[in-house]
């Protein structure tokens, strides 16, 4: 099963606590398409990393993904190397979400892919970068998986990965931050469990330690606030790592549902004044694993 099959899984028990509200979210990530087939991003404008958690979304509530409109705007995206290695990635995801991964540009995209890949064996989203970061890691496996491969060269991966652990027990995105942070450290679990190499268990450890008083997940243990994201990866890589979450289940459930608004969709952190797919979906793959 792919990184992207394994989240949806479990994004698609999230109808369990939403309830009635479903068909809110539901209806919310519909309103975000737009005309021309791409979900909007946070100024309305369609965007391919957007039309991954607008399709993903719409899939994780047992919608019917708009596929006949989505797949126009995916087919002027046919030169990847016109796109950065973030937007590279995401079309192979929606590729992937229409069930069209075999009308993808599979080998202009793996070359772009590859142009990300560092001498440490890792890949970054930062053209000529000499360090991987677990953020590129994660999208390049997850690219690779959408197209039916498996990423070259795991080892490699595997060994940046490690070059990316920090004295405290996380990961960072770069060797140069002294600190470990949330959304790092859960890629990293998430990647390693994938590749068959184990995270020690202090990363699982530090990773529960970022969990807030409140309720969610803090990018850090310097940021007092919790927020979405790190929220989402911290409980879907401690899932993997068999860390048991009901100590956690109720204040973080208490947390996302401060998030949530009766438009259907979830801001990112209480601070934000937009919502938008791509945190409505992390809000369903955290309540997911919070059905259980």
């Known amino acids: 099963m ?3 099959l394994e989240m949806l899984q479990v994004a698609r028990v999230s109808p369990k606590l939403l309830g009635d509200a479903a068909d809110l979210t539901a209806n919310f990530f519909s309103s ?7 979900f909007q991003d946070r100024d309305g404008a ?3 990393y957007y039309t991954v958690f607008g399709l993903e979304g719409l899939i994780a509530l047992q919608r019917e993904p708009p596929s006949d409109q989505v797949r126009p705007f995916l087919a002027r ?3 990847p190397a016109a796109l950065d290695f973030v937007h590279a990635a995401c079309l192979a995801r929606c590729w992937a979400d229409i069930g069209a991964a075999d009308e993808a540009p599979a080998d202009a995209l793996r070359a772009r892919i590859e142009a990300h890949r560092t001498p440490d064996g890792g890949y970054s989203q930062t053209p000529d970068a000499e360090h991987g970061s677990a953020y590129g890691c994660f999208l390049a496996v997850g690219a690779y998986e959408d197209l039916g491969d498996a990423v ?3 080892g490699g991966v595997v060994a940046c990965l490690e070059g990316l652990r920090v004295e405290d027990g996380g990961y960072a995105n770069d060797p140069s931050i002294p600190v470990g942070l949330t959304p790092p450290t859960a890629a990293a679990l998430t990647l390693l469990r994938r590749l068959s190499h184990p995270a020690a268990p202090e990363a699982a450890e530090w990773l529960l330690a970022q969990h807030a008083a409140e309720g969610g997940f803090r990018v850090g243990p310097v940021v007092p606030a919790p927020d979405l994201l790190s929220t989402a990866t911290a409980i879907h890589a401690l899932a993997g790592a068999h860390v048991n979450l009901e100590p956690i289940r ?7 549902d401060s998030l949530w608004s009766n438009s259907g969709g979830f801001y990112g952190t209480w601070d934000d004044d937009v919502q938008d797919c791509e945190y409505t979906y992390y809000a369903l793959l ?3 694993h919070l059905s259980f």
């Open 46 to 48: 369609s965007d391919l």
């Open 77 to 79: 995206h046919d030169d």
């Open 2 to 4: 792919s990184l992207r």
């Open 286 to 288: 955290a309540l997911g």
């Open 32 to 38: 975000r398409l737009n005309p021309d087939g791409g």
């Open 250 to 256: 109720e204040p973080c459930l208490d947390f996302i």
């Open 152 to 154: 070259p060269d795991p």
